[in-house]
């Protein structure tokens, strides 16, 4: 029943009042503490609150305090604010998906809303998603997928029965033969197996416990999980992760969240971004007089910087973990991309192992890998693995239990990652269009790979290392010193102004070298060679052209 009009305008009148005793109220607080005052209107029940908004958080309990004390209730504040939340939070950055890629998505938006610009379409060389840039799937893959999410397929005669035999296996690693089950945490029985088998045929017959192997979200689940178990101590005892610059910055990003200290390694950009003894040495040296180094990190092939490590420097590596005794993680999930000529991706389990015992028995080593990478470019079904070798038992349990904390992860994402370990063999109805699906996607990629380097080296100012592998190039940008004014000046890193003018005038989104890690005085960007050739020849002729405007414009 609706109160008559007279008990209504008794209610507003007490609202009225209300509200002016509170603001009143309020004023009074803010001036007696020295702070400055916004003067609120009776008329808003809320508009006091902007007059707290703007002060600390020690502030506003203080006021709210003496306000309820003297009869007058504030609204309600939040429990959860950005002076209240997990502080390591607030320091996480992740470049591949920052303000450029944030203005990427805008601009995309306007272009569909029919804003008029110089360009018509946004094309992400940001990031390492191979279908959105067009890869098509490998028809394999998604035929057992297929089967497995509906079994009823089974019974159709237009598949072929390779991929039903693998379905079939997989269904019955499964619980209810269902992949919409949880599966066990360390993953699906069977498909670890596979991923055993991989890895001993990979590396030549170097044994492989199912055991130590553990089925993750993408490899990125299995590095965060490793840094978990590392990351103990306080102040001087803290523990410092050894991570390469230029990294990915799922490492910084990771490391800041678990407070953990980042101990920079720099890569040789003059020998083509490789990794010296000397410069291990050094950093470590470093290190210790304010933390704790426990773990070395090495992506190889290399991303953001695309070279691939060497057998001997792969050994040099592995002695020098033994004698600082450092836990070692190998991120390899580009250890089908390999393009050079002269290059070879090897393992740090092969090489680990063929060194002997002395190493083989003592060093700690998890690796990596993932379905998202290679000639696959699955990202969104993350699926990947990791391989822990000579991890103390005790250690291995606790691991075990901090994966069920997740329960599983994805199972479809398992179930690509086994089809990627045990793809169709020589004999099997799918394997001639799997290997001539997979040798296009390899063969187009190394064509990238290398049209990348020799357009970008005939633009003055741009110096770029071959790309031996992986899936970007990182170039080195000469910038006029006015362009680097302005960006301190603006508050950014000048190879930030650089891809934010390039964005805004060419549509092209790139990722600021500065997001990765760079040596001081040096500017990069990095580039995925992902786009097809045509639309790869239309992004770098582009580049090109905007960097001689650039440079004209700051000189």
Not at 112 to 121: I, Q, S, Y
Not at 353 to 358: D, H, R, W
Not at 366 to 379: D, L, Q, R, V
Request: glycine share 8%.
């Amino acid at each position: 029943m609706l109160p008559s009009r007279s008990v209504w305008i008794c209610i507003q009148r007490e609202k009225k009042h209300i509200c002016h005793r509170s603001s009143q109220h309020v004023t009074g607080l803010l001036k007696s503490s020295g702070s400055p005052v916004i003067t609120p209107s009776p008329l808003s029940s809320f508009s006091f609150s902007k007059s707290l908004s703007g002060l600390s958080a020690a502030r506003r309990g203080l006021i709210q305090r003496k306000m309820s004390e003297n009869g007058v209730t504030a609204r309600r504040s939040k429990v959860l604010t950005i002076d209240t939340m997990n502080a390591t939070v607030k320091k996480v950055e992740y470049a591949v998906r920052g303000p450029i890629v944030q203005r990427a998505v805008q601009i995309e938006k306007e272009l569909k809303e029919g804003a008029k610009k110089p360009f018509t379409e946004v094309i992400k060389a940001n990031i390492g998603d191979a279908h959105a840039m067009g890869q098509q799937p490998i028809t394999f893959f998604r035929q057992v997928l297929a089967l497995c999410s509906y079994p009823e397929l089974l019974k159709d005669s237009n598949f072929p029965e390779d991929a039903k035999h693998r379905a079939r296996r997989i269904l019955q690693g499964c619980g209810g033969e269902s992949i919409g089950a949880y599966s066990a945490s360390q993953g699906i029985d069977c498909i670890r197996q596979d991923v055993a088998r991989y890895i001993e045929r990979r590396d030549g017959g170097v044994p492989c416990d199912p055991d130590n192997v553990f089925l993750s979200t993408g490899a990125s689940d299995g590095i965060v999980t490793m840094l978990k178990l590392l990351v103990a101590g306080e102040g001087r005892n803290r523990t410092g992760i050894m991570i390469s610059i230029p990294q990915y910055p799922l490492y910084s990003a990771a490391l800041a969240e678990l407070g953990a200290v980042q101990v920079n390694y720099y890569l040789d950009e003059e020998k083509c971004w490789g990794l010296d003894i000397s410069e291990l040495q050094r950093s470590l040296e470093a290190a210790r007089q304010h933390c704790n180094p426990r773990a070395l990190c090495i992506i190889n092939p290399g991303n953001p910087t695309g070279q691939v490590q060497s057998r001997q420097c792969i050994e040099d590596v592995i002695r020098f973990a033994a004698k600082e005794n450092l836990f070692l993680m190998a991120d390899e999930v580009y250890q089908d991309n390999v393009y050079a000529d002269g290059c070879q991706f090897h393992s740090f389990k092969k090489v680990l192992f063929e060194m002997g015992p002395e190493y083989s028995n003592t060093v700690e080593l998890a690796s990596f890998h993932s379905t998202s990478k290679c000639y696959m470019g699955e990202c969104g079904f993350r699926g990947g693995y990791m391989e822990v070798i000579n991890l103390d038992p005790e250690v291995k349990e606790q691991l075990s239990k901090l994966v069920s904390v997740r329960l599983c992860p994805p199972v479809p994402g398992q179930a690509l990652m086994g089809l990627v370990v045990n793809p169709p063999q020589p004999g099997e109805p799918s394997y001639t269009t799997f290997m001539k699906e997979r040798t296009a996607v390899l063969s187009a990629l190394a064509e990238k790979a290398k049209l990348t380097e020799q357009i970008l080296n005939t633009v003055p100012g741009i110096a770029c290392n071959p790309v031996q592998g992986a899936m970007y190039s990182f170039p080195r940008i000469t910038l006029p010193e006015r362009a680097v004014k302005e960006a301190k000046e603006k508050g950014q890193a000048p190879d930030m102004l650089y891809c934010m003018k390039l964005l805004e005038e060419t549509g092209i989104c790139l990722v600021p070298g500065s997001g990765f890690g760079q040596r001081d005085g040096t500017y990069h960007f990095r580039m995925t060679i992902l786009p097809p050739v045509d639309k790869l020849q239309i992004l770098l002729s582009k580049l090109k052209e905007f960097h001689q405007r650039f440079t004209k414009q700051y000189s």
